[in-house]
């Protein structure tokens, strides 16, 4: 399983970013995928989470700015970013894992067993 995220870039606070994740090896359909961030200094966190038959959850600090969604046909996933504030400043990884996880436990990065690379997202104030 590979996972490729991009889309990642520089951007005003207030303005917004899409990033893809392209999930290659796998039949994407079967799959759940998640977005988690980094900042400098912190610990990875979740921040959303499509299961494999869409539905999706947001981590509080992100819901109502942030949707993710998937295009199985494209074996795509995406992180739709609006109203970006200089917080959401971070390094965005796609995560990976066959079936779903429980509601309960997807922002815990131990769950999941494959990642992408990372994309940067930095948001000027």
């Known amino acids: 399983v590979q996972l490729q995220a991009s889309g990642g870039g520089l951007v005003q606070a207030g303005g917004s970013l899409r990033l893809s994740c392209v999930v290659s090896?796998?039949?994407?359909?079967?799959?759940?995928i998640a977005w988690f961030r980094q900042a400098p200094g912190k610990e990875r966190e979740g921040m959303a989470y499509?299961?494999?038959?869409?539905?999706?959850y947001y981590a509080e600090s992100v819901k109502g700015r942030f949707t993710i969604s998937r295009d199985n046909a494209k074996s795509t996933v995406y992180l739709q970013m609006n109203s970006l504030r200089p917080e959401d400043t971070a390094v965005y990884y796609c995560?990976?894992?066959?079936?779903?996880?429980?509601?309960?436990?997807?922002?815990?990065?131990?769950?999941?067993?494959?990642w992408g690379q990372g994309t940067q997202v930095t948001v000027s104030s």
């Open positions: 499509i299961r494999t038959l869409g539905s999706r």
């Open positions: 995560a990976a894992r066959g079936g779903n996880i429980i509601v309960g436990r997807w922002a815990d990065d131990n769950m999941w067993n494959y």
């Open positions: 090896g796998v039949t994407l359909g079967n799959y759940a």
